[in-house]
């Protein structure tokens, strides 16, 4: 099992900017994949963004391309998210959670089995 703990989060203005951290502890020597997910009130959990261990692979929904970025510092078993131009849109409370299948599609929430407690993102317009 692996434990994940995010931080990062808070209260911003629209346009500005914030990097989230997530910290991977424990059997992490067996995850293929790291990714952020969110949910926002009344909506269903969401993909984000995703990087496999080795940085080969990384993929981001939609609305979030060109603001968003995600990166690994893989000594350090840490994945950050660093969030530019947010938009009221973007305010959820946003997940890191690991993958453990190799070869699987990164942005399928169902493929992650480990997930952390959540950060909350709040996007003021």
């Known amino acids: 099992q692996v434990q994940l703990v995010e931080s990062g989060g808070g209260l911003v203005q629209a346009g500005g900017s914030l990097r989230l951290s997530c910290v991977a502890t424990?059997?992490?020597?067996?995850?293929?994949?790291m990714g952020w997910f969110r949910k926002a009130p009344g909506k269903e959990r969401e993909f984000v963004a995703a990087i496999t261990t080795s940085g080969a692979e990384i993929v981001y929904r939609d609305s979030v391309k060109g603001r968003f970025t995600i990166s690994r510092d893989s000594a350090k078993n840490i994945v950050y998210l660093q969030m530019n131009s947010l938009k009221a849109e973007d305010t959820a409370v946003y997940y890191c959670a690991s993958n453990p299948i190799r070869y699987s599609t990164l942005s399928y929430i169902d493929n992650y089995n480990d997930w952390g407690q959540g950060t909350q993102v709040t996007v003021s317009s």
């Open positions: 424990g059997r992490t020597s067996g995850t293929y994949s």
